[in-house]
Structure formats: structure tokens, C-alpha cells
């Protein structure tokens, strides 16, 4: 019974092992980049740029229908040009960044809706705002490892920087010129991963396996090394899990996939035990002298 139900559908249908290794790749890319995001307050930023990606990636399905490079090129393009923009006219006016972010992502939202409703038929809308994790090719898989490689590469020499200037960004400044470059190389993991998470998820839910494993993490662990592991686990669990709801069930791959990880984070929410509900309630006793 359990084989039937947790093995058999990847060993008899090589869909569901395709989508499987997508989840594992976008998992070992885009949690590490959440918990970053998370850390520095930015999860809505991230929200943001998923959106910002799709009058690019609309753009390449114009030119182009589905075609993964046309698509992904237009969605980093896109993705850049939006972050520039948006910090320009942070330090340019008085508009705080994330009322920019919020003016661009959902200018770009409507101009990416519209490009692909002048082109596409309704089922082409839904594939770009939803993805369709079952369906990956080779090239897609292909291209989705090779950024997850990247951003773990880039994230190791970054490391430091970024860890300090999640502790103390003032002192970071103080002592390196390295915070600056630090935090534009992050910015670039960002949008490289939720390009990566749009082929499989789409727009609308490309960020939910980096945001949410995040917030799981940091109900389980102090550390940011163990936060990385566990947020790393907790994607791919939820992953495994959400294909193989999606595979008995009618709810389709990707909510499926979102909707699996935020019953892990409301689980967490509950019952972590570092600052869980009950956790906090009912807190252990303290030693005593």
C-alpha cells in the first residue's frame, strides 16, 4: 500500500520523476536564496520580483510560444531592469524601495497578463502564471540545474558578507566595501531562482519554495547553517509530497506543491520549538542557581 502510494507513480511514469528531480533542483537553489531573503526582510521583495519577471518572459512567448530560452532570457532581462529601476527611484525621490518595488511588480504584472492574452489562448495564461511542474524537459531541467549550481556557487563566495550584513549592516560598511557588491550578486540569485521556480510553478507561486521553507527553518533552527539544511528539507519534503497529492487528487502540481509547504509552515508555526506557539505558552523551565 505505502509503495503504491509513495513509489510506484515515479518508478511507472516518467513525468512524476521529471517533476521530482525539478523539485529537488529548485529546492537546493531557492531555499538557501529564501532564507537570505527572509533574514534581510524581504520576502515581499522577492513576491515582488516574481511578478517583475513576466512581461519578459511574456515577451520571449510572444516572439517566440514556449520556447525555454526565449522565455527565461526575457524573464532575467525583465527581472534586472525592474530591480535597477527600483532602486533608482529609491535613491533618486523620497519613495521608499518597497513602494517602488510594489509600483513596477504590478505594472509589470498587468503588461505580462496582457502580452500573453494578445498572443495565447487562456490554457497559455495558466501555464505562464501557474507553470506546469509535470510537463519539464531535458532543456529545462538542464537549465534549472545549472543555475541551482550557480547560486550555490555564488552564495558560498558571498557568503560572509551577507551573514554580517544580516547581523550588523553598519559595521559591515565600516570595515568592507564588500556589501554593495554582496548585495547586487543576491539580487541577481534572486531573480536567476525564480526564473527557475517560473518554468515549474509560474509566476504567481514561483517564490512559495523559497519563502516558505524559509519561514519552516526558522521555527526549527537559531543557526543560518541549520536554517539552510532544514529549509532545504523542508522544500523537497514538501515537494514529494505536493506531486504526490497532485497525482491522486484533481488539485493541480503546483498549488499542490504551495499548499503542502504552508501546512509544513503552519505545523511549524504551532508547534517549533524555537519561538513556536505552544512553545511560547508553554515554555520549559529555566535552570536555576
Known sequence: ????????????????????????????????????????????????????????????????????????????IAGFTVAILAGLVARMTELKEDASLAAFYLFSLALGVTIVSIRGTNIDLLHVLFGNVLALDDQTLLAIAINATVTMIVLALIWRPLVMECVDPLFLRSVSRAGAPAHLAFL????????????????????????????????????????????????????????VLSFFTKV??????????????????????VSGLLRQMFPGRHLEA
Open 1 to 76: 500500500m505505502m509503495y503504491d502510494v509513495l513509489i510506484a507513480p515515479f518508478v511507472e511514469f516518467e513525468f512524476m520523476r521529471r517533476a521530482l528531480a525539478g523539485v529537488l533542483t529548485l529546492a537546493l537553489g531557492g531555499a538557501p536564496v529564501g532564507v537570505f531573503l527572509m533574514l534581510r526582510r524581504m520576502s515581499l521583495v522577492g513576491d515582488a520580483m516574481a511578478h517583475a519577471i513576466l512581461p519578459g518572459a511574456a515577451i520571449g512567448f510572444l516572439l517566440s510560444g514556449l520556447n525555454l530560452i526565449a522565455m527565461t532570457v526575457g524573464g532575467l
Open 252 to 273: 493541480p502540481p503546483g498549488p499542490a506543491i504551495i499548499l503542502v509547504t504552508a501546512f509544513v509552515y503552519l505545523a511549524s508555526l504551532l508547534f517549533g520549538p
Open 188 to 243: 541577481a540569485l534572486v531573480v536567476i531562482n525564480l526564473v527557475n521556480g517560473f518554468h515549474a510553478l509560474g509566476t504567481l507561486l514561483a517564490v512559495g519554495l523559497m519563502v516558505l521553507p524559509a519561514g519552516i527553518a526558522r521555527f526549527w533552527a537559531r543557526d543560518i547553517s541549520t536554517m539552510m539544511m532544514v529549509a532545504v528539507a523542508a522544500a523537497i519534503v514538501s515537494g514529494y509530497a505536493g506531486l
